[in-house]
């Protein structure tokens, strides 16, 4: 079993930058992948980026391609999200999530643990 905390969120402006953080306890994240969620008001939780366990492969969604970078640190069970260029329309409450399998993996039932969040609010 894995415990998450998320760190990093905040207000910034558009064009602005913001590093979100995912801390893990309990087992490695290297035991996961680990995908980032975000929720806004009124919508469905949607996949953001998604990394394997290995760190070899990556996702992300349209939306958000070319502006943000998942990874991992293994020496601090840490998994980041890097947002540069942030839009008003990247406002949510961002969830990081562990998941059992080797590969990426971007849907919601496919995870089984998850943080509490953290929100991310850009203005114009």
């Known amino acids: 079993q894995v415990q998450l905390v998320e760190s990093g969120g905040g207000l910034v402006q558009a064009g602005g930058s913001l590093r979100l953080s995912c801390a893990a306890s309990?087992?490695?994240?290297?035991?996961?992948?680990m995908g980032w969620f975000r929720q806004a008001p009124g919508k469905e939780r949607e996949i953001v980026a998604a990394?394997?366990?290995?760190?070899?492969?990556?996702y992300y969604a349209n939306s958000v391609k070319g502006r943000f970078t998942i990874s991992k640190d293994y020496a601090k069970n840490t998994v980041y999200l890097q947002m540069n260029s942030l839009k008003p329309e990247d406002t949510a409450v961002y969830y990081c999530?562990?998941?059992?399998?080797?590969?990426?993996?971007?849907?919601?039932?496919?995870?089984?643990?998850w943080g509490q969040g953290t929100q991310v609010t850009v203005s114009s």
């Open positions: 999530a562990a998941a059992t399998p080797w590969v990426v993996v971007t849907t919601v039932s496919d995870y089984d643990y």
């Open positions: 990394i394997s366990r290995s760190g070899g492969n990556t």
């Open positions: 309990g087992r490695t994240t290297s035991s996961y992948a």
